[in-house]
């Protein structure tokens, strides 16, 4: 039985710390991506969604409490730990008052990580627009399943993984590439290729499931999740 491991975002511009927490997550089995600056942490933010968020609080293009506070005016929901060498008690009181769920001080053990992390997870999860509506279909993000009118539309865990990412950024062109770090991260050991394989299994499934749904390929640019208007 296929079993849904959670999925971390790490954002820490220290390489050293971050591949350590990167790989800490990974031989637990979480799905982990890593990216160093707000910029590009909001870019995975746009386009995924997460259980844990590990932050660092001063990153190259801002401070990393800053972009939470902004990320929880607009809606963000994700648990969060702060990592950082500031351990004052009013410096607490701010990562806290910006959205953080928990705090973490630099350098900590293993042990306080592993409790910190068991924690959070351990709360029920809050989960905003749980289904996406996409032309006549439905994508359910909590049970991972595609739903058509005359039933689901069997997708495995990975093709799910392709087809949600797509949902979420209707219209817009991806190249295979950019599906595979966004649908998987940067720990996925799976290929371009492949990515393109499982597009065209999607395909032919959507094609037995829905009339309004496809996948459209833009020769030498990449795919994009396209629905049919009421009109056509």
């Known amino acids: 039985m296929w079993v849904l491991m959670p999925k971390v975002l790490i954002v820490e511009d220290d390489k050293f710390q971050n591949q350590t927490l990167a790989s800490w997550f990974s031989k637990r089995g979480y799905s982990v991506d890593q990216c160093y600056n707000c910029a590009d942490a909001q870019t995975f933010l746009r386009v995924s969604t997460y259980d844990l968020i590990m932050l660092d609080w001063e990153l ?20 969060v730990i702060i990592l950082t060498g500031k351990s004052t008690i009013d410096d607490k ?33 809050t989960y905003v627009d749980s289904e996406i509506k996409v032309g006549d ?50 720990d996925s050991e799976t290929t371009s290729d492949n990515i393109r394989k499982y597009i065209q299994r999607i395909r032919t499934k959507l094609q037995d499931g829905s009339r309004a749904v496809s996948i459209v390929n833009h020769h030498g640019l990449g795919y994009s999740l396209h629905v049919e208007s009421e009109e056509s």
């Not at 190259?60 to 648990?79: A, F, S, W």
């Not at 069997?154 to 817009?172: D, H, I, M």
Request: include cysteine; charge should be neutral.
């Open 60 to 79: 190259p293009d801002g401070e990393g409490v800053k972009m939470l506070n902004e990320q929880r005016h607009k809606g963000l929901v994700t648990p």
């Open 93 to 125: 009181e701010i990562g806290f008052d910006c959205g953080a769920d928990d705090y973490l001080t630099k350098p900590f053990q293993e042990r306080e990580l592993d409790a910190r992390v068991k924690a959070i997870l351990r709360r029920p999860p």
């Open 137 to 186: 279909l439905i994508v359910c993000q909590t049970e991972r399943v595609v739903r058509a009118k005359d039933g689901t539309v069997a997708l495995t865990p990975k093709e799910f993984e392709v087809f949600l990412f797509l949902s979420r950024n209707l219209g817009t062109v991806f190249s295979p590439e950019a599906i595979l770090m966004r649908a998987w991260g940067t």
